[in-house]
Protein backbone atom coordinates (compact mmCIF):
# COMPACT_ATOMS: atom_id res chain seq x y z
CA UNK A 1 0.00 0.00 0.00
CA UNK A 2 2.48 2.64 0.87
CA UNK A 3 4.85 1.37 -2.48
CA UNK A 4 1.56 2.44 -4.47
CA UNK A 5 1.01 5.39 -2.41
CA UNK A 6 4.54 6.46 -2.97
CA UNK A 7 3.74 5.99 -6.75
CA UNK A 8 0.68 8.24 -6.93
CA UNK A 9 0.49 11.05 -8.72
CA UNK A 10 -2.73 14.17 -8.36
CA UNK A 11 -3.07 15.02 -12.03
CA UNK A 12 -4.65 18.24 -12.50
CA UNK A 13 -7.17 16.61 -15.08
CA UNK A 14 -9.13 19.48 -17.76
CA UNK A 15 -10.10 16.45 -20.04
CA UNK A 16 -8.39 18.90 -22.74
CA UNK A 17 -5.70 16.91 -25.18
CA UNK A 18 -2.45 17.35 -23.34
CA UNK A 19 -4.17 16.47 -19.48
CA UNK A 20 -6.07 13.47 -21.92
CA UNK A 21 -2.54 12.31 -22.71
CA UNK A 22 -0.64 12.97 -19.53
CA UNK A 23 -3.19 10.87 -17.62
CA UNK A 24 -2.71 8.38 -20.25
CA UNK A 25 0.89 8.24 -20.16
CA UNK A 26 1.03 8.39 -16.37
CA UNK A 27 -1.25 5.68 -16.49
CA UNK A 28 1.54 3.35 -18.86
CA UNK A 29 4.50 4.57 -17.06
CA UNK A 30 2.63 2.43 -13.82
CA UNK A 31 1.66 5.58 -11.77
CA UNK A 32 -1.67 5.15 -9.81
CA UNK A 33 -3.53 8.15 -10.30
CA UNK A 34 -5.98 10.89 -8.84
CA UNK A 35 -7.91 13.06 -11.41
CA UNK A 36 -9.09 17.24 -9.81
CA UNK A 37 -10.68 18.95 -11.96
CA UNK A 38 -11.37 22.70 -10.88
CA UNK A 39 -15.26 24.51 -11.31
CA UNK A 40 -16.01 28.04 -11.35
CA UNK A 41 -18.77 30.30 -12.00
CA UNK A 42 -16.58 31.57 -15.19
CA UNK A 43 -16.45 27.66 -16.48
CA UNK A 44 -18.86 25.94 -18.21
CA UNK A 45 -19.00 22.15 -19.96
CA UNK A 46 -18.23 19.95 -17.76
CA UNK A 47 -20.35 17.43 -19.50
CA UNK A 48 -17.08 17.94 -21.65
CA UNK A 49 -15.09 16.67 -19.06
CA UNK A 50 -17.08 13.92 -18.10
CA UNK A 51 -17.40 13.03 -21.93
CA UNK A 52 -13.58 12.87 -21.66
CA UNK A 53 -13.67 10.72 -18.69
CA UNK A 54 -16.42 7.81 -20.19
CA UNK A 55 -13.28 7.59 -23.40
CA UNK A 56 -10.96 6.92 -21.03
CA UNK A 57 -12.01 5.21 -18.17
CA UNK A 58 -11.82 1.83 -19.75
CA UNK A 59 -8.23 2.41 -20.44
CA UNK A 60 -7.61 3.48 -16.78
CA UNK A 61 -8.31 1.14 -13.42
CA UNK A 62 -11.75 1.31 -12.37
CA UNK A 63 -11.03 2.63 -9.23
CA UNK A 64 -9.53 5.84 -10.62
CA UNK A 65 -10.79 8.78 -8.10
CA UNK A 66 -12.37 11.93 -10.02
CA UNK A 67 -12.53 14.91 -7.38
CA UNK A 68 -14.86 17.70 -8.64
CA UNK A 69 -13.51 20.86 -6.51
CA UNK A 70 -14.55 24.78 -6.59
CA UNK A 71 -11.55 27.05 -7.33
CA UNK A 72 -10.35 28.19 -4.10
CA UNK A 73 -10.11 32.50 -3.34
CA UNK A 74 -6.56 33.08 -2.21
CA UNK A 75 -4.92 35.81 -0.07
CA UNK A 76 -2.35 36.24 -2.69
CA UNK A 77 -4.51 37.23 -5.55
CA UNK A 78 -3.74 41.07 -5.11
CA UNK A 79 -0.12 40.07 -6.27
CA UNK A 80 -1.31 39.72 -9.71
CA UNK A 81 -1.66 43.50 -11.55
CA UNK A 82 -2.47 41.90 -15.13
CA UNK A 83 -5.89 40.00 -16.72
CA UNK A 84 -3.88 36.30 -17.45
CA UNK A 85 -4.40 33.09 -16.85
CA UNK A 86 -2.05 33.05 -13.68
CA UNK A 87 -4.01 34.03 -10.92
CA UNK A 88 -6.28 31.00 -11.74
CA UNK A 89 -3.47 28.60 -12.51
CA UNK A 90 -2.10 29.32 -9.03
CA UNK A 91 -5.30 28.56 -7.83
CA UNK A 92 -5.55 25.09 -9.83
CA UNK A 93 -1.65 24.41 -8.58
CA UNK A 94 -2.34 25.00 -5.08
CA UNK A 95 -5.80 23.40 -4.64
CA UNK A 96 -4.02 20.14 -6.30
CA UNK A 97 -1.00 20.42 -3.60
CA UNK A 98 -3.84 20.87 -0.98
CA UNK A 99 -5.15 17.56 -1.58
CA UNK A 100 -1.53 15.65 -2.46
CA UNK A 101 -0.60 16.94 1.11
CA UNK A 102 -3.94 15.64 2.79
CA UNK A 103 -3.92 12.55 0.84
CA UNK A 104 -0.33 12.08 1.41
CA UNK A 105 0.63 12.26 -2.42
CA UNK A 106 4.09 13.69 -3.03
CA UNK A 107 3.80 14.06 -7.12
CA UNK A 108 1.94 16.58 -9.21
CA UNK A 109 0.90 16.41 -12.34
CA UNK A 110 -0.26 19.07 -15.14
CA UNK A 111 -1.03 18.90 -18.56
CA UNK A 112 1.03 21.26 -20.00
CA UNK A 113 2.71 20.88 -23.46
CA UNK A 114 5.46 22.75 -24.82
CA UNK A 115 3.46 23.63 -28.06
CA UNK A 116 1.16 26.34 -25.25
CA UNK A 117 4.57 27.78 -23.84
CA UNK A 118 2.88 31.04 -25.28
CA UNK A 119 0.50 30.80 -22.57
CA UNK A 120 2.45 32.83 -19.53
CA UNK A 121 2.12 29.55 -17.07
CA UNK A 122 3.51 26.44 -19.70
CA UNK A 123 6.80 28.72 -20.75
CA UNK A 124 9.77 27.22 -19.70
CA UNK A 125 10.96 29.88 -17.52
CA UNK A 126 7.18 29.50 -15.47
CA UNK A 127 7.67 25.39 -15.33
CA UNK A 128 11.43 25.72 -13.49
CA UNK A 129 9.93 28.24 -11.38
CA UNK A 130 6.89 25.89 -10.52
CA UNK A 131 9.17 23.12 -9.98
CA UNK A 132 11.32 24.83 -7.57
CA UNK A 133 8.70 26.34 -5.59
CA UNK A 134 6.80 22.55 -5.35
CA UNK A 135 9.97 20.96 -4.24
CA UNK A 136 10.42 23.20 -1.42
CA UNK A 137 7.40 22.13 0.11
CA UNK A 138 7.94 18.49 -0.94
CA UNK A 139 6.56 17.48 -4.22
CA UNK A 140 7.92 16.70 -7.31
CA UNK A 141 6.20 18.39 -10.47
CA UNK A 142 5.62 16.00 -13.24
CA UNK A 143 4.81 17.04 -17.03
CA UNK A 144 4.31 14.12 -18.70
CA UNK A 145 2.62 15.87 -22.02
CA UNK A 146 5.33 18.51 -22.15
CA UNK A 147 7.46 16.96 -25.50
CA UNK A 148 4.33 17.46 -27.20
CA UNK A 149 5.34 20.34 -29.59
CA UNK A 150 1.91 21.08 -31.92
CA UNK A 151 -1.41 20.29 -31.92
CA UNK A 152 -0.80 18.30 -34.72
CA UNK A 153 1.18 15.76 -32.56
CA UNK A 154 -0.90 15.94 -29.78
CA UNK A 155 -4.01 15.13 -32.02
CA UNK A 156 -2.21 11.91 -33.84
CA UNK A 157 -1.47 10.47 -30.65
CA UNK A 158 -5.03 10.85 -29.34
CA UNK A 159 -6.18 9.37 -32.61
CA UNK A 160 -3.72 6.37 -32.19
CA UNK A 161 -5.28 5.89 -29.06
CA UNK A 162 -9.26 5.66 -30.63
CA UNK A 163 -10.05 8.95 -28.17
CA UNK A 164 -11.76 11.94 -29.93
CA UNK A 165 -9.56 15.19 -31.12
CA UNK A 166 -11.33 17.16 -29.81
CA UNK A 167 -10.32 19.55 -26.98
CA UNK A 168 -12.53 17.85 -24.37
CA UNK A 169 -12.61 20.71 -21.53
CA UNK A 170 -14.51 23.58 -19.70
CA UNK A 171 -14.62 26.97 -21.95
CA UNK A 172 -13.43 30.08 -20.41
CA UNK A 173 -15.12 33.26 -20.23
CA UNK A 174 -12.42 35.54 -19.06
CA UNK A 175 -9.64 34.52 -21.97
CA UNK A 176 -11.19 37.12 -24.44
CA UNK A 177 -9.71 39.65 -21.89
CA UNK A 178 -6.56 38.24 -21.40
CA UNK A 179 -3.32 40.00 -22.11
CA UNK A 180 0.01 39.16 -23.88
CA UNK A 181 3.01 39.44 -21.83
CA UNK A 182 7.09 39.59 -22.84
CA UNK A 183 10.08 40.16 -21.04
CA UNK A 184 10.39 42.21 -18.50
CA UNK A 185 6.56 42.51 -17.84
CA UNK A 186 6.07 38.05 -18.08
CA UNK A 187 9.38 38.18 -15.67
CA UNK A 188 7.47 39.99 -12.80
CA UNK A 189 4.37 38.20 -13.23
CA UNK A 190 5.76 34.70 -12.85
CA UNK A 191 7.80 35.47 -10.04
CA UNK A 192 4.57 36.85 -8.55
CA UNK A 193 2.67 33.60 -9.47
CA UNK A 194 5.65 31.65 -7.99
CA UNK A 195 5.57 33.86 -4.88
CA UNK A 196 1.67 33.30 -4.43
CA UNK A 197 1.77 29.55 -4.79
CA UNK A 198 4.83 29.03 -2.13
CA UNK A 199 2.87 31.94 0.42
CA UNK A 200 -0.25 29.53 0.20
CA UNK A 201 1.20 26.30 0.73
CA UNK A 202 3.02 28.29 3.34
CA UNK A 203 0.04 29.08 5.02
CA UNK A 204 -0.94 25.56 6.10
CA UNK A 205 -3.90 24.08 5.53
CA UNK A 206 -6.21 24.96 2.62
CA UNK A 207 -10.27 24.33 3.18
CA UNK A 208 -11.12 23.12 -0.35
CA UNK A 209 -15.24 22.62 -0.97
CA UNK A 210 -15.60 19.29 -3.36
CA UNK A 211 -18.61 19.07 -5.09
CA UNK A 212 -18.40 15.73 -6.59
CA UNK A 213 -16.08 12.50 -5.40
CA UNK A 214 -16.55 9.43 -7.59
CA UNK A 215 -14.47 6.23 -9.08
CA UNK A 216 -14.19 6.13 -12.91
CA UNK A 217 -16.76 3.01 -12.47
CA UNK A 218 -19.36 5.21 -11.03
CA UNK A 219 -19.37 7.27 -14.67
CA UNK A 220 -22.72 6.44 -16.56
Given at each position: ?102 TG ?99 GR ?15
Open positions: MGETLANQVLLMFSGGRDSTLAALRLHDAGHPLKLVTITAGYLFGLNNVERRLREIAPMLPAKTEWLQIVQPTLRTQHFFHQQTCLPCQSAYVIAGASVARQIGKIALGYASYQADWPEQGPQATMLLQNTLTRHGFELMLPAYDIESRASAIQELKARGLSELALEQKCTRQVNNVNLEGQELSQQLKLWAKAIDEELSNLLLDVSKRMCLEDLK
